[in-house]
């Protein structure tokens, strides 16, 4: 018998059978891309954007699209990003003995320096450098250059492309905002060419797409939602069925509870559980096997969530252990400020930025949520 491999993943981008739902979202961002719109993609962190997107260039690549993926926050400086994003743009889908010619020719007026370095395992790579660009000016005649490849491109193969730039908002640290107009002016140009950028600090990107900011009306905007809780958690079965452990009822919709919905922590306490199960020898994955499976997690947590706790002040510990027991409703109210013991709304409304700044918890709408759902449990469970 082969050896059964877990099915859930976590901490990587997800696809084809790994990936739940989503239908309405991926049939909506292929129709966008294909026309060439240029599509905003925000939620907070973990909700699955980056899957999706990979997803959905997937299944146009194999409708003849040539597809690009850069992720903006991985480079360190404006024109290191700008490097990165010609490299993709260039060698996507380009035979390896003619991606230097096609290199120098689509970029002769910025003058690359351009190799090709071929390591002896793996895929060759090619390396693109603008040595020549110094100044701030030199920057934005590079930018301009290498905004307008993805047209260029379209027009000399004949073919469509689909571009994503995730984690887009780090746009807004390169360069006080000359990044956006020199990109969106170059791609309202680009009727072949559609953009996903897709984004996690909600904040950040609204702004970006806010009145006064060049990318304002630019394109439609999908805000990416949660998974609908029965679809996942009926998903959630299905897999473990599928891999041979036998859910209680019921398992799905627990694991998904308590993992706040959040696609990222849903993959997390799966894998987990189905990894317990599967070592101890069991065909059936029972709620309390779920239960066993969360307390191991949070022991082997404990270090950390504790050095978080303790790196938070007096006000901003009550605000958390209040937010985790109101499940983050009517926080600033006078019922729940009373019960637990909270001082004036003013001071309740700092502590609760403070940790929103952080990162330790996040607003749905109205509610505060804890971003981390098992340091959410660890809260309740751990502190008083
Ligand atoms: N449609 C999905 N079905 C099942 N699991 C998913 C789905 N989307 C995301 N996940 C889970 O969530 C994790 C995070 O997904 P992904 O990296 O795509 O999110 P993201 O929104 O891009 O996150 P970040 O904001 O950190 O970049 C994945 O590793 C996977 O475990
Ligand atoms: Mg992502």
Do not use: C
Not at 256 to 282: C, F, I, K
């Amino acid at each position: 018998m082969a050896p059964v491999t877990n099915p859930f993943v976590y901490g990587e981008i997800v696809t084809a059978e790994a990936f739940a739902d989503r239908e309405t979202e991926r049939d909506r961002l292929r129709r966008d891309l294909e026309s060439g719109q240029k599509v905003f993609l925000i939620s907070p962190r973990r909700y699955g954007k980056s899957s999706l997107v990979r997803d959905v260039l997937r299944s146009l690549a194999r409708d003849g699209v040539i597809t690009v993926e850069v992720t903006v926050a991985a480079s360190s400086s404006y024109v290191g990003f700008l490097e990165s994003y010609a490299r993709a743009l260039v060698a996507a889908e380009t035979p390896v003995s003619r991606v230097r010619q096609w290199a120098a020719d689509l970029l002769k007026a910025v003058r690359p320096e351009v190799r090709l370095e071929m390591p002896p395992t793996g895929d060759p790579s090619l390396r693109l450098a603008f040595p020549s660009v110094r100044s701030s000016r030199d920057a934005a005649r590079l930018a301009t250059a290498v905004f307008a490849l993805p047209g260029k491109i379209a027009a000399t193969r004949k073919q469509r492309l689909a571009i994503a730039l995730d984690e887009f908002q780090a746009v807004a640290s390169f360069d006080e905002g000359g990044v956006e107009h020199a990109l969106r002016a170059a791609v309202q140009e680009q009727r072949a060419v559609g953009y996903v950028f897709a984004g996690s600090e909600p904040t950040l990107m609204e702004r970006i797409i806010s009145a006064k900011r060049p990318f304002y009306k630019a394109g439609p905007v999908i805000r990416l939602q949660r998974i609908e809780p029965a679809v996942f958690a009926d998903w959630l079965e299905r897999r473990f069925k599928a891999s041979g452990l036998r859910p209680e009822p019921g398992l799905g919709l627990a694991i998904v509870e308590l993992a706040g919905n959040v696609p990222y922590d849903v993959q997390r306490l799966a894998h987990e559980t189905w990894d317990d199960v599967h070592d101890a020898g069991r065909r059936a994955a029972t709620l309390d096997d779920l239960h066993a499976t969360l307390t191991r997690l949070l022991s082997e947590q404990h270090a950390v969530f504790e050095e978080s706790w303790q790196r938070l002040t007096l006000a901003q510990r009550a605000a958390l252990r209040a937010l985790v027991l109101e499940e983050g409703r009517e926080m600033l109210s006078s019922d729940v400020r009373a019960k637990h013991r909270l001082s004036g709304p003013s001071s309740v409304q700092a502590a609760l930025g403070a940790l929103v700044k952080q990162d330790v918890v996040m607003k749905d709408g109205p509610v505060y949520v804890v971003t981390d759902s098992l340091f959410r449990e660890w809260v309740a469970r751990k502190t008083f």
